[in-house]
């Protein structure tokens, strides 16, 4: 809270530490934020660690549909782990330091998590793309070593470029402030701090963005527009008005997720304020995954009987 104390020249070791300013700008929120987080955070743990449980274990839900949610809900909580734990012992022990390696190596481990969550969403639109309007070759095309490979594809294929984006974050010449205005490493308000051309930087970002954020939640609105064409085809009112809700809920999430990500790394650098940077990834680190397994399992029928089979034994 008092970072104002520490003057600028002090900051000969300002390639061995950051101080992340979290939401210093709200003093008196402090105890009221620490709250606030860790109700989210135990909220995502708890709801995530139920639909991964009962994935496993309910024999009716040994399906690909619930193959893709359950290694979701997986990886919802390595994704909440990366940033709010660090952000509740900032608020609750007030001290704010990090290590330029833990900086770098929870910026590298946000977004490869990041890239996981969106291949991993378009695989899942996908699914129910192929389920819906392909129901005859479903179980050709969505054999378990398909799903496999799609999950593995999602997890994987987004590691080398973003510990590559890392690094040539990382290796920038830092001096001056190490005051990060925003309550974990992320790239715009690291760049900000970073001294010389940050141009390459900052166009690396931008193709990994196109790459990872916004042809994926293209791929999804094909996929989800095709859907619910098809869904307008069927003929019993109620089962267009259930599928019609599930998927407007689904696409909810979605343009919240890819919305908030796509304006955070595709605006230019200078028109980035700190203030809309922490609100907007707020949206995208912490909101989605805890209002995902509502919307993708716990509305759903088959969750939701698996759970009171569980509950009730
Ligand atoms: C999710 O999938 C990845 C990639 O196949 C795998 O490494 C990970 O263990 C899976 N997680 C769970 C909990 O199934």
Redesign the pocket.
């Known amino acids: 809270m008092n970072h104002q104390e520490k003057p600028p020249e002090e900051n000969l070791t300002k390639l061995m530490e950051f101080v992340l300013l979290g939401f210093t700008d709200v003093p008196h929120l402090q105890w009221f934020l620490f709250g606030l987080f860790l109700v989210i955070y135990i909220i995502i743990l708890i709801s995530n660690g139920i639909i991964?449980l009962i994935t496993k274990l309910d024999p009716a839900l040994q399906t690909p549909m619930y193959y893709f949610i359950?290694?979701f809900?997986?990886?919802e909580i390595c994704y909440a782990s990366v940033t709010l734990p660090r952000m509740l012992i900032n608020l609750w022990t007030q001290k704010r330091t990090i290590s330029f390696i833990a900086c770098a190596t929870q910026m590298c481990c946000v977004l490869v998590l990041a890239a996981t969550e969106c291949f991993l969403l378009a695989v899942m639109a996908y699914d129910r793309y192929v389920a819906i309007c392909n129901p005859l070759h479903y179980p050709l095309i969505m054999k378990h070593k398909m799903c496999?490979q799609l999950?593995?594809g999602?997890?994987?294929s987004g590691i080398p470029v973003q510990i590559g984006q890392t690094f040539q974050i990382f290796s920038l010449p830092f001096c001056g402030s190490n005051l990060i205005n925003h309550f974990f490493c992320d790239i715009p308000p690291i760049l900000k701090l970073a001294c010389g051309d940050t141009f390459v930087n900052e166009m690396m970002v931008s193709t990994v963005a196109v790459l990872f954020v916004t042809v994926p939640f293209l791929l999804i609105l094909v996929s989800y527009g095709k859907l619910i064409s098809t869904i307008l085809k069927l003929s019993s009112a109620t089962s267009r008005t259930r599928a019609f809700s599930t998927c407007s809920s689904h696409l909810m999430v979605v343009v919240l997720f890819f919305g908030s990500g796509m304006i955070t790394y595709l605006r230019p650098r200078t028109s980035h304020s700190a203030g809309t940077d922490k609100v907007l990834s707020l949206f995208y680190t912490i909101v989605t995954p805890m209002i995902n397994p509502m919307i993708y399992s716990l509305r759903n029928k088959d969750v939701v009987r698996a759970l009171r089979k569980l509950l009730c034994k």
Request: aromatic letters at 24%; proline letters at 0%; glycine letters at 0%.
């Open positions: 991964f359950s290694n809900s997986f990886l496999i999950v593995a999602s997890w994987i």
